[in-house]
């Protein structure tokens, strides 16, 4: 059974860092996308970050490039997300996903695989 388990979520003040990770069972993802996503309430669930397959190339939604850096450990089947200088529009529940495409999009139809989910609070 393929499962993706994200942690590392919980309740910071603004200006505050957190560092989610989300690891992989069940099969292999060292050729896949990996991506994080996450959705506010009464919002749709909206791209984060993506790495591709080998992690040489990141791709991040405007409003948190310079703030969150995505990374991944192949060897850990491992995906991260380090979230530094958190704003109170950051609060979400925040998703891993994974995708076949080597270098995947931020269109959540790419992505085959979801966590089940860990919430980010920022409090201002």
């Known amino acids: 059974q393929v499962q993706l388990v994200e942690s590392g979520g919980g309740l910071v003040q603004a200006g505050g860092s957190l560092r989610l990770s989300c690891a992989a069972s069940?099969?292999?993802?060292?050729?896949?996308?990996r991506a994080w996503f996450r959705q506010a309430p009464g919002k749709e669930r909206e791209f984060v970050a993506r790495?591709?397959?080998?992690?040489?190339?990141?791709y991040y939604r405007d409003s948190v490039k310079g703030r969150f850096t995505i990374s991944r450990d192949n060897a850990k089947n491992t995906v991260y997300l380090q979230m530094n200088s958190l704003e109170p529009e950051d609060t979400a529940v925040y998703y891993c996903?994974?995708?076949?495409?080597?270098?995947?999009?931020?269109?959540?139809?790419?992505?085959?695989?979801w966590g089940q989910g860990t919430q980010v609070t920022v409090s201002s």
């Open positions: 069940g099969r292999t993802f060292s050729s896949f996308s």
């Open positions: 790495i591709n397959w080998s992690g040489g190339n990141t």
């Open positions: 996903a994974a995708g076949p495409l080597g270098v995947a999009g931020p269109l959540p139809s790419q992505y085959d695989y």
